[in-house]
């Protein structure tokens, strides 16, 4: 009986064709050279992973050899690779980190297929074409061209660069004049003002050539060309301006300076570029001049401020409204990079001790109109304002702090008002003779007499408050404090 196998390779023979045969024998599918290159690199990375270990506390040199060597054999036989790979594939191999280390430790094993693989190196290099072979060569040949022949080619695009530039000056000049000439015609005194809106500094410089544009020509709203320049955080244009002489105290009908500007319009610009805008408009009489009439008391100015003041008190912020946290943050710091650079520019021009004034007055100022805000008076404290200074009138904050006070049980006024207790500020006459802590027993605020009590203490201790109750006892002769008659009772008592 013949076997099924036997029949079925009869049938196979008899009715297949060799060409049928031959389709139904299956072929390897062939690689791309950019997988076959992936394929090669990973396995020079992880040969190099290997090496790395060998070098520390567990060499494997046999391990590594075998490794070493099926990857070179590799290599020689791959087929189906541009030159240009191949070659790069030995080159990578050859310089696998530590691979040199280790073959001078183990050179029995390791130096001869080292040597292999720099034959298979030098052999592939050949095959590649003679820009790839001699490709520094040719680099270096074309930078000593760039260098020696193409100082014409420099001159030339400068030439050209310089014909553009004067092109684009003849038609500035047309149309300045122009523009010029109808904003005279309408009586427009503010052209000045237009090009530093635009930000366009080579028009400034044109439109100042004529002897008719005046640099404090006034808009309708009362600004200089400055106000505009600070607006737009046009650094070039402030620079230009202040060189030229402009006022920097100049205000606009809302009483407002350049600096007073160029701060409410800090989204404009570049962060770098506004902090320069702040740092060349920063004077120790600008950073303290209130927008509005100066003229009017302090506690009565309602949104009226100073530019470090509005600096301080947004860098002291911690309840901004509708900001996220991160956006807090930088508002923060960004205020506090303003406020250094108001007095990097105070220090510089006019030396320490204006900067010291400016800060104490900002303090005063503070303690007057923010009374609730302790976080504003401790970063003003930080900065190194003094809570004993005082102003022409002989006030000190604390002074402003009670003339202004509306609610003396306040948690956070009470605050800083501890803030601003010392044993001297407490006791400081002032030029009609009024005396803090004597006026707040007038006023009977026993919460902020206790407060007085407690910033004193928390400075300078027991001995401070003494110091403040025999002066008090001395000028006016009364109950300092009820808490002071409640001690001296239980002490008797013992």
């Known amino acids: 009986m013949v076997s099924s196998l036997s029949v079925a390779t009869l049938v196979a023979t008899l009715f297949l064709s060799p060409v049928s045969l031959q389709a139904a024998v299956p072929t390897p599918a062939t690689e791309s050279p950019e997988k076959i290159t992936e394929d090669f690199e ?27 060597d099926g990857l070179v054999t590799d290599l020689e036989k791959v087929e189906g690779l541009p030159a240009y790979r ?29 040597e292999r693989t720099q034959d298979l190196e030098s052999a592939l ?46 038609e500035l000049s047309a149309r300045t004049s122009k523009e010029y000439e109808e904003a005279l015609e309408e009586g427009k005194p503010v052209i000045l003002h237009m090009a530093m809106y635009d930000r366009d500094l080579r028009r400034a410089r044109t439109f100042m050539k004529s002897p008719d544009v005046d640099i404090e020509a006034r808009g309708d709203d009362g600004s200089t060309a400055l106000h505009s320049a600070a607006s737009r955080g046009f650094k070039d244009g402030v620079d230009f301006l202040v060189s030229q002489g402009a006022n920097k105290m100049a205000r606009d009908n809302e009483g407002k300076t350049p600096l007073h500007t160029a701060l409410e319009h800090h989204w404009y610009g570049e962060r770098e570029k506004w902090l320069g805008v702040i740092k060349l408009l920063s004077t120790s009489e600008s950073c303290t001049s209130l927008s509005g009439d100066v003229g009017t008391m302090a ?12 600096a301080t008190r947004n860098a002291a912020d911690h309840d901004r409204q509708n900001a996220s946290r991160r956006q807090k943050q930088r508002d923060v710091a960004m205020w506090h990079d303003v406020v250094q650079a108001m007095k990097e520019s105070v220090v510089e021009r006019e030396g320490q001790a204006k900067w010291q004034q400016a800060l104490n007055s900002t303090l005063r100022l503070a303690a007057a109109r923010r009374v609730d805000e302790p976080w504003h008076i401790e970063l003003l404290l930080t900065l190194g304002a003094d809570i004993n200074s ?40 002032s030029e009609n003779g009024e005396i803090p802590f ?57």
């Open 125 to 170: 290099k050949k095959r590649l074409p003679f820009w790839r072979r001699h490709k520094k060569m040719l680099i270096g040949a074309a930078a000593a061209v760039v260098l020696l022949g193409g100082v014409g080619i420099h001159q030339y695009v400068q030439s050209q660069r310089r014909k553009r530039e004067q092109q684009w000056i003849d």
């Open 86 to 114: 191949h070659y790069s594939l030995a080159n990578k191999l050859l310089n696998v980190d530590g691979l040199k280390d280790l073959v001078d430790g183990n050179e029995k094993l390791l130096q001869p297929i080292y």
């Open 42 to 68: 990973n396995r020079i990375e992880q040969f190099a992973l290997n090496v790395a270990l060998d070098l520390g506390k567990d060499p494997k040199p046999k391990r590594r050899a075998t490794e070493f």
């Open 299 to 310: 506690w009565e100015l309602g949104r009226q401020t100073t530019p470090l003041l509005a």
């Open 390 to 429: 005082q102003d022409s009138d002989g006030d000190v904050a604390l002074h402003k702090m009670l003339h202004s006070l509306r609610d003396a049980d306040d948690a956070e006024t009470l605050d800083s008002i501890r803030l601003l207790s010392s044993s001297a500020s407490c006791t400081t006459a």
């Open 438 to 494: 004597i006026f707040a027993r007038t006023k009977g605020w026993p919460n902020v007499m206790r407060a007085m009590r407690e910033g004193v203490e928390a400075k300078k201790g027991k001995e401070g408050w003494l110091e403040v109750t025999d002066f008090v006892l001395e000028y006016d002769p009364g109950d300092v404090d009820d808490d002071d008659d409640d001690d001296s009772s239980e002490e008797s008592e013992d």
